[in-house]
């Protein structure tokens, strides 16, 4: 949907090179306000033959909120996003099923509730 120009309502955004709000390509589905994604959305990421994805919250265009972001080797994140960045509470799960649980800030790990994976948990 569009409203005065910018895209506005429920929408599939896919770019010329094969992306919907994915980046390679790049393939967005959700809900757009004043042509970003804003509320529920979905990106999905392509480089080559490997996709990134996210489902959950935006605003203005950043992840923001609750979400999953599931990277190419198989290894996510779920929890909460701030201007797409890690922030708050979440867990990190590798590829090789070694968990980070705790809260994090700027993307990063702070204070880890526990490390799970190599015999080690702690506070």
């Known amino acids: 949907d569009f409203k005065q120009g910018n895209r506005h309502g429920m929408g599939v955004l896919t770019w010329p090179n094969g992306a919907t709000y994915e980046v ?4 967005c589905e959700g809900e757009f306000a004043n042509n ?11 480089a080559g033959q490997k996709e990134n994805s996210y489902e959950g919250q935006w605003e203005d ?7 999953r972001y599931e990277y190419a080797d198989g290894s996510y994140y779920e929890g909460q996003f701030k201007a797409n960045l890690k922030e708050g509470e979440g ?6 099923g ?3 649980e705790g ?3 700027n993307g990063r790990p702070t204070d880890m509730v526990a490390f799970r994976g190599t015999g080690w948990e702690g506070p």
């Open 98 to 100: 070694r968990r980070i």
């Open 91 to 96: 867990v990190f799960v590798s590829r090789h």
């Open 103 to 105: 809260c994090w800030a």
């Open 61 to 67: 265009g950043y992840m923001h909120g609750q979400g």
């Open 24 to 27: 390679d390509s790049y393939q």
């Open 36 to 46: 970003n994604l804003e509320g529920h959305g979905v990106l999905r990421r392509k």
